[in-house]
């Protein structure tokens, strides 16, 4: 992961090119959800991925845990982006509040607090403007390999 380019998100926003790099960078379990990054600085970390059958459940809903991974990825690729070092989610609540089945899902990060050592983000996951689930998450700064 390129900790520089998502350091320097913090001031400015990360361009069309630098969101297309952020993007190829991701690992396969987002790319296999088709999450994509849209937005990235630091007032506004926006990610969505299309509704398509591979993170159905049976029932026709998307799995609980593709929202809660949502959650996750944009709540640590946030946190890295705040510490310019790596982070490990420690803690990951998720509430569904509604099903979703179709369209697209928008994933907004906000800090609720950014220490030196952890870091806690509320991720707010919503379907056709209307709130799906949100995701707590609390994330461990590492040190930089």
């Avoid at 070092?85 to 569904?96: C, K, R």
């Avoid at 907004?108 to 919503?126: A, F, H, M, S």
């Amino acid at each position: 992961m390129n900790y520089e380019m998502l350091a320097r998100a913090k001031e400015t926003p990360l361009t069309a090119a630098e969101l297309d790099e952020l993007n190829a960078a991701l690992p396969a379990f987002d790319k296999y959800i088709e999450l994509k990054f849209t937005q990235f600085s630091g007032e506004l970390v926006e990610a969505e991925v299309e509704v398509h059958d591979g993170i159905l459940q049976p029932t026709g809903i998307v799995n609980g845990g593709v929202l809660a991974s949502i959650g996750e990825t944009v709540g640590s690729t946030a946190g890295v982006m705040h510490a310019n070092a790596p982070v490990s989610g420690v803690n990951n609540s998720a509430d569904f509040l509604r099903p979703v089945s179709v369209g697209t899902i928008i994933a907004r990060c906000e800090p609720v607090y950014l220490g030196r050592r952890t870091q806690l983000w509320r991720i707010e996951l919503k379907n056709n403007e209307k709130l799906a689930a949100v995701c707590q998450l609390r994330t461990m700064v590492l040190e930089k390999r």
